[in-house]
């Protein structure tokens, strides 16, 4: 398969969707649980995954264990993220930095609690954290 075949989904869900804002106003979305986060499988299906969110000094971060979608984003780390009735395209930036890391994990462990820790149970490893930043 082309890779114009393959990114032709995406291109066509972001020109069908409404009006898509640079970046969330971060601070306001501080408080929302969970988001939607597309993004496009090696054969160009669009995969649609709902994830928590946190807000750390005014800027968004996602995170994920051994998934398909931390695949994809892997792979290609443009993605649309839709909070409410929003939509946003943007960019996954990769957090490597292990006190800024740590920072992160801590964050998602204060605002989700028992749910965070189970959920580590599951994901096994160290997970993907992605800071969400505009798309250049």
Known sequence: MS???RIAPLLALLLASP?????????????????????????????DTTVWLLVVDGQGYIRTGGTRWGTNVRRDPQLELHVGDASYALRADF???????QRIEDGFREK????????????GGEPLIMRLEPRE
């Open 3 to 5: 890779a114009i075949h």
């Open 19 to 47: 009006a898509l804002a640079e970046v969330p106003d971060w601070p306001s979305v501080a408080d929302v649980d969970t988001v939607q986060v597309v993004t496009a499988d090696e054969d160009g299906e669009l995969r």
């Open 95 to 101: 957090v490597e930095d292990g006190p800024r890391r």
């Open 112 to 123: 989700y609690g028992f749910s965070d820790a189970v959920a580590g149970l599951f994901r």
